[in-house]
């Protein structure tokens, strides 16, 4: 698994929110129901002293820390201050960043994943869904009943897509090793490209499922770099051009980034696409 | 958000970057009052957000003479289906040579990515492509306050150094403006100066607020009603209604309709936590459209209370038959209220899909 595991410590922000609370409960029973450490601290500027789900609130993330061991954070603060709170968190000194926050202005995401990096923290999302490693770890709010522990690794820029195609591969009993929404804006922070060469490093995983979708082209440039056999799933064959599908990031623009080319290039990379979500199990047995 | 030329140039010449002198009218008669305080050559430019404007007729030359009897040409056309309804009329400017300046977000990078051009007045991508060494990039962070001058100086190449200071300004519009894209095509050289002569400034739909943008597109009544319901909703053509949650599983639907034979008439993301009011408006809306034959509703997530969706579905009421996928919370409660209805509930999304399609064949 990559970017933590049972002994990782969480700390919540914007954990005194409807979201924030409501997840933090969510991942303190998968923590529980596996013996990892889970969600240790919340912040919300001015709430300190309160508890969400018997867990402790701090004014700020330097705060927490001095009570608490914890190298992640999980982001459930509003988008206006979201950016905020990733420069906080990274300030802070803690290595990893999961914004599931949607509809933070793009010139904030890209400030803060700046100052992020220049502090070495890694930044996963923003508007993302979180990370799964099946028997250690939930950062974020994926639903856990539908993983099962294994050696494939999945990165997409979906949410509820990637639960759909994680319930493929496990009636097809092809276990995950880390799930990892990546998030559906323009500018995220951790790509394609930067997760895949951790998968490289992990000897647990064996191949990873990359689902994209319209607009961009991470997911190209993610195959490009990967040094781990990948299978791929292209959303939005069907979009129009110059439409926002749903996600900010969702749209062809300028004749660019439309699914027919992009799965064009994947193929023509040598990379096995599939048509469909059912069809990811069986293209992944093809390769292992 | 595209913001419409005159505003963008506004915005560039509260910068400090020259622009034409130029006036805005929203009739023919409007001109005749302004015509005394304007040079002898005008062009009038129909303001309309659409691309290749020129090319469909949006934008005409007169001089001072014809120039209300232009206009009035102008206002009564459509600009690829868009009526006019505003017209920047500006001078004709004495043009040496035309650049390509612009700034953008870019995704790759997650930096700002500024692009400069020796030839302007035509598609970037155009002269990317036929003339490659003509066009210079350059990645700079957006914590950066101001371009670097080795930075202005690389993107200039031979150009004249009096461009220059354009690269700032502009750098600054699409910093303040959260700008996703802050162009000037062309940039122009004239005796009287640098000057912008068309302008393109897309902003953030995130930042509108805090740039108190007000939002006045021209939406039709059921893109309004799911803006209102805070749905993320498209229009297509085809006969079968989709409502899915989250953006990526709804496209997906929608590509498995396609693949089947069918057409989707819409793209409907209800987003989290669909509850029964939600569903309810979600399915009347997708009902409403004409051609709709069939309803796809296909909900997937920890989080969704299947029985919630179910009494949304059933007491919207509607003529067309909902064919639902149903995982989540609460699912044998959702599945039964569904079943007693007669409601088709196939396991699959691809099934779904499939009973869908057959339908509306």
């Known amino acids: 698994m990559i970017f933590g595991d049972k002994k990782t410590g969480l700390i919540v922000t914007g954990a005194t929110g409807n979201q924030g609370a409501f997840h933090i409960a969510l991942m303190n029973e998968y923590a529980k129901s596996i013996g990892g450490r889970g969600v240790v601290a919340g912040v919300t500027p001015g709430k300190a002293g309160q508890e969400v789900h018997g867990v402790p609130v701090y004014n700020s993330i330097r705060d927490a820390m001095k009570e608490h061991d914890a190298s992640a954070s999980v982001l459930f603060v509003p988008a206006f201050a979201a950016g905020d709170s990733i420069m906080e968190s990274a300030s802070a000194g803690l290595s990893l960043v999961v914004a599931i926050t949607e509809h933070i202005p793009v010139h904030d995401t890209m400030k803060a994943i700046s100052y992020a990096k220049m502090n070495d923290c890694a930044v996963i999302g923003p508007n993302c869904p979180g990370l799964l490693s099946p028997g250690e770890v939930k950062m974020g709010i994926m639903p856990a009943q539908l993983f099962k522990r294994g050696h494939i690794g999945v990165i997409s820029r979906s949410g509820t897509l990637t639960y759909e ?124 | ?31 005749g009052a302004q015509l005394p305080s304007l040079p002898e050559n005008l062009v009038l430019k129909a303001q309309v957000d659409v691309g290749g404007r020129g090319k469909a007729g949006g934008i005409l030359m007169a001089d001072k003479a014809v ?78 306050h101001d371009v670097p001058q080795f930075m202005v ?24 403006k959260d700008a996703l894209l802050a162009e000037i095509n062309p940039l122009v050289t004239t005796p009287a100066g640098v000057m912008a002569a068309d302008a393109k400034l897309i902003v953030d739909d995130n930042a509108l607020k805090r740039q108190g943008i007000t939002v006045n597109r021209d939406l039709t009544d059921r893109e309004r009603e799911a803006e209102r319901h805070g749905f993320s909703y498209v229009e297509l053509d085809g006969t079968i209604g989709v409502i899915g949650n989250g953006a990526g599983l709804t496209m997906s639907t929608l590509d498995l309709i396609e693949y089947y034979g069918g057409r989707a008439a819409n793209f409907l993301d209800v987003g989290g936590g669909a509850e029964q009011e939600r569903v309810m408006n979600a399915v009347r809306l997708v009902a409403s459209v004409p051609s709709v034959k069939a309803i796809v509703v296909n909900l997937l997530g920890g989080i969704t209370r299947c029985d919630e969706v179910a009494k949304g579905i059933i007491s919207a009421g509607i003529t067309q038959p909902v064919i639902v996928r149903l995982a989540g919370t609460n699912e044998a409660e959702g599945r039964k209220l569904l079943s007693d209805k007669g409601y088709q509930m196939p396991d699959t999304m691809e099934q779904v899909v499939k009973v869908a399609v057959e339908m509306t064949r």
Request: hydrophobic share 40%; aromatic share 4%; glycine share 8%.
């Open chain 2, 1 to 31: 958000m595209k913001i419409l030329e005159y505003e963008a140039k506004r915005v560039l010449g509260e910068s400090g970057i020259k622009i034409p002198k130029s006036v805005l009218i929203r009739s023919p008669e409007e001109l």
């Open chain 1, 165 to 288: 195609i994680v319930d493929e591969l496990t009636r097809a009993g092809l276990g995950q090793s880390t799930v990892i929404g990546i998030g559906g804006d323009p500018v995220i922070g951790q790509t394609f490209t930067d997760v895949l060469a951790r998968f490289s490093e992990d000897h647990e995983t064996k191949a990873v499922v990359i689902i994209g979708e319209v607009g961009g082209a991470l997911e190209e440039e993610g195959a490009k770099s990967a040094e781990i056999p990948i299978v791929a799933y292209i959303a939005g064959i069907s979009a129009p051009p110059e439409k926002r599908m749903g996600h900010a990031g969702a749209i062809i623009e300028g004749g660019e980034g439309d699914a027919r080319s992009k799965i064009e290039r994947l193929k023509a990379m040598g990379v096995p696409v599939a048509s469909r979500p059912s069809e990811v199990p069986r293209l992944i047995h093809n390769l292992i």
């Open chain 2, 153 to 176: 100086r690389d993107l200039l190449g031979n150009a004249p150094k009096e461009l220059g200071p354009v690269i700032n300004q502009l750098y600054h519009v699409f910093q303040e």
């Open chain 2, 67 to 144: 120039a209300v009897e232009t206009a009035k040409d102008l206002f009564s056309r459509e600009i690829k289906h868009i009526p006019v309804k505003e017209v920047l009329v500006e001078e004709q400017l004495e043009i040496t040579h035309e650049y390509y300046l612009s700034i953008a977000v870019d995704r790759s990078t997650k930096h700002s990515l500024l692009l400069f051009a020796d030839a302007g007045g035509v598609e970037i991508e155009k002269v990317a492509k036929e003339n490659p060494d003509a066009v210079r990039r350059a990645s700079l962070p957006l914590i950066m």
